[in-house]
């Protein structure tokens, strides 16, 4: 992640390509059936292509965007790229290491063919007659651009937003062209509020006099009020209700007393008109309501068999119009086909939007993704070397488990363990846990991890998908520990669990004799401020298993010093052990096996 | 709450009246410094006026409501009026009980003058001449029509949405009037997120060529698409998106593959443009958007010092357009202001339109409010009689409070506490509970209490605004036992924390014999199932006090048998207690008083 230069003005002065692209006598087939006879792409580049062009990483824009990503197109140009943010040297995109493509969309109005562009047939804008478009076509577009380039693989392809629906497109189509995927606030399909939105922001250009059926290009009057109409429905849906209170509120303008808001609008309004074409408004938004992968490939799953890249999907906390439920149930599709995946929620109180704007952990998560060698390489970071006890920890977990299995680690921490059982034991590991540097720091480790509350159910993992689910010292901080053990159970064929034994002797006598709640090594806190709020004791443990019909296969018992480790020499496990390791399965009346 | 009827055909048909309100010379003035000549009302009601008349219930409608808020017109009537569920015999306002009055507001186009309505001077509509108008006159004019009807004291006000911020107003003007408010699904003032799409809906009509400014009665054409396009932004904004997915998802209807949210938007705006006035919906939209209780009276606190009337807050879960959160910040003025008033929250997936749709909750809870008897009433009902441990309990708690104090009691359960501490002791109590029934019971007790959660703090109530702060059996089940503390001792002069003593005596032989976590009267739970996650013995609790720079003023201590109470007579406390009763206060050097 070091960077050759940390140049502060990004990527300098950028040019704008545009290509002709080659066609075959029956032009370019769109998924609607018709064809187009030319085919002109929009794009720029960032950075120096490797001479094995092995380093290219092609950004998707979104609904409005254009391959205008970084860098300026004159030294007097005041306003950058849309995601110089992220795309320079040293940047979340680092253009020392990548060579960075970014191109405008088919349907789009910024240099690739769309409604405005010139039919051969008539010599005239397309308008109305241009063709109903879809992603799938939008990306076929980009892989020929890649292709008339010379480029045939792609180290990563990353889109937010409806670019991540493309970058989705990318690696279902093209997998074995794609490393690297990644989905920032996207989804497999818009909900029905989000395509709610979308409806009436076409309603209001449709109904714009102006628009007079699509053909306005010839015409002095063109759609202004509906198409701002409907980009001011759309800014609202970008941003937070948080943030809309933070930057407006109810303020008022001094001049005219109207809400500061609706001068905001105004004016995003008005400045879309001036940028953009209501018909390429009309078809991309209709390419991103139809786009559904579950509908286009038949099942989810099907989509899903065909994908070979490894996936990092993004999602954004306050973004309610691709919310968090939506990156979480492609994650979900992605894990459940078996595919190598990674999966966080970022804090962005901006709202959808936040990816555009707020890209603090978004650089870094995504240049650790970019960046984290191969999951097969033996030779990925460890940037942390395991304490003594911490390794005796992972030894003692290693033992339960056979080599070049599958292993689900819930609360994995920094990975520390699952590394360890990946490179030591060859086994295919995936780590849940609910602290982001944590989900970076097992990414960085080249390992797959997912984000989410070990006590909110793992919902996103399917039944039985692994051999062994791991709880290292974990149990007692669940609220919920009989339900954290059945998904365990559900999700894994056995369970290892390891927790802090409230029955040992010391214990007993700080309770017993001193009045007073238990302060160890391993119960460190106090009795307020404890995270530690399931306490068991190993007969508490072994006797909710009976209750829960769980077998109980192993036991394994740790203690910290001499007299423990007394007691657990003549088998007083229970008074003796500080740390207990168990491994269990489902009993065998309910066995899956 | 027993109906004398439950006629399940409710109110049967009724009359829809309309009155000339007989106004001064000078006309009726508006906020805006206009007036208008003429004023005409269109009105209902259902159930007997009693003889006293002290039995009126003053319903508010919302946005695009009218007065016919229950029953039929006609024996063939299709529809019901909007909020025939909650209007009726046996309903939430119960017409065998209450007579019952809803009017349509002024501006409207349901029959109160309004901009079609005939303007005198010109003897044509008013069109774009018709003033601005206020919630506040919206107020002033239903306060015309019950005096008009001789109609001078309200049982109580009620609405939801905008309704709700009619009955706000009604509180702050005429409280001298009004026994009781109702805020259903409300706020003191729109968000921005609200705002904006107002907005963007005003533009869309005010953007139609048909407006013509707003003098189009006269005209062959009305602005339909932009009042078409202005109720479907508004349609998704009344629906939470989980409804809009259920009832829509991505279906597509089968004869022209349009998406079903696309018919049914298209549906709703169509149905809206036969029923209602574009120039109505312009004013009646400035009116809610305009409405801000902070600007009208200079602070909230200038206005909530107006209150006279009892308030019930509620909100609804899922929603968005006028979030819970807002009725927080109501509830949280209303409190600081020191006025009567209960909140609660209700469970309701439907969105902001629960109100009108889905009203299990709500019938009950309005119904228990409005049938309480008053809080100085000595009479209230005591549904339920206290347990000899409960009643032990209470006389233990009670013995700790200065009669005549105010209370707050965190964690109140049914109020059996508060309504013994009202009674018996002459405090003032407010009641704190996460849980809905809670709410209620203590509602119906005639007590006052609001719903949140303990451990979320108690951001709604204002520092040092009570003498006592009561936590009873509750310390160990919250997730921040100190955090609390801090907050009780904010709140109140003095806090009384009660709790089961983990030190006692069977609890360590469990323990220390027997190796198991505890199991006793006062802890009944098993590790994994307790809610009792924060235990403590006495001398733990003592500990966290002198750490926290707390006073402990008084310890009393109880057992439940022999043995605990024989080690209570030779001072163990820590040892014999089973309940623990502590009385504490802010250490002196940082004392408030």
Sequence with gaps: MTAQSTDNQGVGVVEAHSVEIALPAEGLLLECGRALKDLCVAYESYGELSEAKDNVIFVCHALTGDAHAAGRHHADDKSPGWWDDMIGPGRGLDTNRYFVVCANILGGCKGTTGPGSTDPDTGKAYGSTFPEITVGDIVDVHRLLLLHLGITSLRAVIGGSMGGMQA???????????????????????????????????????????????DYYDSAQRPGPGLAQARMIGHITYLSPEVMTSKFGRERREDDSRFQVESYLEYQGNKFVDRFDANSYLRITNAMDSYDVEEQYGTVEAAMNQVKSRFLVVALSSDWLFPPEQSIELSTA????????????????????????????????????????????????????????????????????????????????????????????????????????????????????????????????????????????????????????????????????????????????????????????????????????????????VELCRQEGIDILDIECTADNAIGRLLLGIGLRNLGADRIFVRISRGNHESHD
Tied chains: 1, 2.
Excluded at 477 to 504: C, D, Y
Excluded at 525 to 532: D, S, V
């Design 168 to 214: 989705l497109e990318w690696g279902i189509r093209y997998g074995e062209m794609v490393e690297r995927c990644v989905c920032i606030a996207s989804t497999m399909r818009l909900s029905a509020q989000a395509l709610a939105f979308d409806i009436v922001g076409r309603n209001a250009i449709e109904s714009d006099p102006d628009w007079q059926g699509g």
């Design 334 to 541: 992605l894990l459940k086909g078996g595919r190598r995946i990674s999966y966080c929620i970022l804090q962005a109180p901006y709202g959808h939007d936040a990816f555009l704007v707020d890209i603090e952990h978004l650089a870094d998560v995504v240049s650790t993704f970019l960046g984290a060698d191969s999951e097969d390489n033996d030779s990925a970071a460890s940037p942390h070397v395991p304490s003594d006890s911490e390794a005796e920890n992972h030894e003692f977990i290693a033992g339960f488990i056979a080599p070049g299995s599958r292993v689900i680690d819930l609360g994995c921490g920094d990975g520390a363990l699952i590394h360890h059982l990946v490179r030591e034991h060859g086994v295919d590991a995936l780590g849940v846990d609910i602290d982001l540097k944590n989900i970076i720091n097992v990414v960085e480790r080249g390992r797959k991890a997912i984000q989410c509350d070990v006590d909110e159910g793992l919902a996103m993992v399917a039944d039985q998908a692994y051999d062994y689910a791991i709880l290292s010292q974990t149990l007692q901080v669940v609220h919920r520990p009989r339900h954290v053990l059945r998904e365990m159970l559900r999700v894994a064929k056995e369970g290892i669990v390891t927790f802090p034994n409230f029955g040992r002797w010391s214990h007993r006598l700080y309770l017993g004799v001193m009045g007073r709640m238990p302060i160890s090594k391993s119960l460190p806190f106090e009795w307020h401020n404890t995270p530690n709020i399931h306490l068991a004791t190993l007969k508490d443990f």
